[in-house]
C-alpha cells in the first residue's frame, strides 16, 4: 500500500469513508499517474471500488478454486469468476482515463554516454558552480542524444544530423570546456584514421566531408 504520509496535494487524498480496499486503489492511482489536484473524485472514486471489487473476487477464486458445488453437489463454475468478468469489463470501458503513466525512456548510445561521462567528470560542472549551466548541459545532451537516435534510423539521417547539429554540439562542448565525444568511433562505419592533428576538431571535419561527398555523390 502506498504511504499517504508523504506530502502531496490535499486534494489527492481518498475520502476518509472509503473501505481500507479501495484506498489503497485510490493510492495506487494517485501515485502512478501523476494526477493534477483537479482529478474528478467522484470518477475516480467509482473506478476505485471496481478495481477492489474486482481483486476480492480474484481472491476468492484464489482460495475456493474455479469450480464449486451447489446445494444439490452439482460442480459449477465459481459464481465470483462471472462477477469478475463483469466488473473487468466496466474497467475497460474507463479506457485509458486512470491507466498507469508511462513515462517515456531514451535509449542508450554512444554519444549520448560518453557525453554525460565527460559532464559527470568536470568539476567545474558539479555544485552550485555548475548550475549556471545547467540549460546548456541539458542542450548537449540532447544534441548528442539526437545524433545517436540519427545513427539508429538511417545513414541520411546520420548525414543531416552531422551537418546540421555537429557544429551545435562541438560548440556547446567547448563552452562547457569538456572534450567532445569522439564522432569518428561513434558513427564511421570503416576504422577510423589517426589524423595529424589528433584533435576532436579534425575528426569533425573529416566526418563532414564524407558526409557531404556522400550527399552530392
Sequence with gaps: MVDRAEERDPRLNPPDRLPDNVKAVWDEIVASNDVAGT???QALEAFCYLVARMRQAQERIEEEGMV?????????PHPALEVERKLAEQIRAWGDRFAPLVKPTRKRGYMADATAAAIANAPHL???AGKKYAGLIAATRTQAWVIDEAQRDSMQALNEAVIKIMP???KACAELQITPA?????VAPESPKQDKGGGSG?????????ANRRRTG
Design 39 to 41: 482529478v474528478d473524485r
Design 202 to 210: 579534425s575528426n569533425v571535419s573529416s566526418l563532414q566531408e564524407r
Design 182 to 186: 569522439s564522432l569518428s568511433a561513434a
Design 168 to 170: 551545435q554540439y562541438i
Design 126 to 128: 558539479k555544485g552550485d
Design 68 to 76: 464449486v458445488r451447489d446445494a444439490r453437489g452439482k460442480v459449477q
